[in-house]
């Protein structure tokens, strides 16, 4: 199968920092995508990785170990706002098809 | 901005009745457009590829005959769930992918239609 495993929620300060874990299978892998999806509304696109190492943009950063089948998603001075789902969605074989995870449910407190 | 337009938002209507989806990109050609269904507190779950000037490519378990897809130009597919009942009520998405084929460019997603059945 094509599983996709990331923790269904996780809580964390304003202001802190956090960090969602995904694996997945590695065989077929063609790259890795996470998302933001808001309550009752669609994704929005955060990051792509498809080479070993950490992309960083802003306040997001995320990162790929092709070998380990591992990627994670750092998110740094954490606001109310990040309360969201993060999905991790993963290209298989052919090159446009992705897989979602269940994605993770972050809730941000004061 | 917005890259690819949905419509409607929100369709509320009688059981046996069909609701039409439409998803347009904006500003781009887009020659694959994908249509997710996302059931309360799941992940999103790929039903068909829709290509334009061929058949829809459906995901197992998927029925072709009660989600019709119809991709006629390049900038236009539609989705029709056919006579519509309340377990077809969840939250329909489509997404397209700006760079044609490249694998390198992210898929961007409508606003999402939110289907509900009485």
């Known amino acids: 199968g094509q599983n996709i495993d990331q923790p269904t929620e996780m809580t964390a300060t304003e202001g802190a920092i956090v960090q969602i874990n995904c694996t997945y299978q590695?065989?077929?892998?063609?790259?890795l995508f996470w998302y933001q999806q808001h309550a009752g509304e669609a994704p929005t696109f955060l990051s792509y990785?498809?080479?070993?190492g950490l992309e960083e943009k802003g306040r997001f950063s995320s990162f790929l170990s092709r070998s380990k089948g591992y990627s994670y998603l750092l998110l740094k001075e954490l606001q109310m706002k990040d309360s969201a789902s993060y999905l991790c969605?993963?290209?298989?074989?052919?090159?446009?098809?992705?897989?979602f995870g269940i994605g993770t449910k972050l809730q941000v407190i004061p | 901005g917005a890259v690819v337009s949905q419509h409607p938002s929100w369709v509320i209507c009688k059981s046996g009745t069909s609701v039409k989806i439409e998803c347009r990109s904006l500003?781009?050609?887009?020659?694959?457009m994908f249509w997710y269904r996302q059931f309360p507190k799941q992940s999103l779950m790929l039903m068909a590829t829709?290509?334009?000037?061929?058949?829809?490519?459906?995901e197992q378990g998927v029925e072709k005959d009660k989600f019709l897809i119809n991709h006629a130009s390049l900038t236009l597919s539609t989705l029709t769930v056919t006579s519509a009942h309340p377990e077809d009520s969840s939250f329909y998405i489509c997404?397209?992918?700006?760079?044609?084929?490249?694998?390198?460019?992210?898929?961007?997603f409508g606003d999402g239609t939110r289907l509900s059945i009485l």
């Open positions: 500003d781009f050609q887009a020659t694959t």
């Open positions: 990785n498809v080479l070993d």
């Open positions: 997404s397209a992918n700006m760079g044609g084929g490249n694998r390198y460019q992210p898929q961007h």
């Open positions: 969605a993963v290209v298989f074989g052919g090159y446009q098809k992705v897989t």
């Open positions: 590695t065989s077929g892998f063609n790259g």
């Open positions: 829709s290509n334009e000037g061929s058949k829809a490519t459906y």
